[in-house]
């Protein structure tokens, strides 16, 4: 059962690490307290070992004892990667309420070690403000996600070494680690000058761009009609030549009906006239 929890993503100036999260735990069915801290490293530098102490108070906010040390080994840590979530850390205290950590050192595969001379707390980073907040209208927030990626939601910040990303990831590289957004196009999005005018660029191509979809949609029945009235054309052409035909085939009989109309006369007039002749004689 957890029984307190530290905000989380804590951080302190030029520190290798970064303080995830931080928890009190109860053990079930039991009055012992244990501790689970959750650490990212922040360096370039893998990381081999960490020292942390913890001091613990009660519900009055009053220490409880001494300090409790823990030791980080026996794994490698790259950077971006994170630690110590399945590492206990057992309190002598059945009294704590809450704990305070304090990251005592670092150590690196390459033998260097940070050390925390003035032994500086953790500090929960500052909450980024949602870009809602400073874009409100549907036009503002597309535009700062045009410029940035759809992921970005909240104002990036710069917290010394660090700075927050418009996704809310936390880097202290160029880009993003979860996004990949670089600190130069994120940052870039918040200087209103840059910012306005993209908007205007934006907004004019989208206007001239509609504009011109207009006139295609206006053009388009005119283009329907054009098209139809050439289909009743070549209907029409198809129809009156194949009436010309028909009338062509009609004139030809009537013609050659004729004709044989006269060669009957003809053959009439011959047999009359043979027939004559012969009563005469």
Known sequence: MILFELRGNEYMHDCPLLLKSGSLFEAGGTRHKYVVLVFRNLSMKKVISAEVALYAFDSGKIQVGGATTHHYAGETVGEGEEFGENEEIRLSYDRTAMFVPLL????FEDGSMWKNANHTLFRPLPRQEEAAGI???PELMKQYQIEINEEAVYLPRQIGDLWLCACGEINTEESCRRCHATHEQVFRATDM???KKRLQERLQTEALQQKLQEKKRRRRPFLILLALIV??????SVFLLGKAGKSG???EETDSGAGRSKVASADASVSS???ASADAS
């Open 104 to 107: 005592v050192n670092v150590t």
């Open 135 to 137: 874009f409100p209208l």
């Open 193 to 195: 000058d840059y910012f």
């Open 231 to 236: 289909v009743l054309l070549a209907l029409l």
């Open 249 to 251: 085939a009609r004139r």
């Open 273 to 275: 006239g043979a027939i």
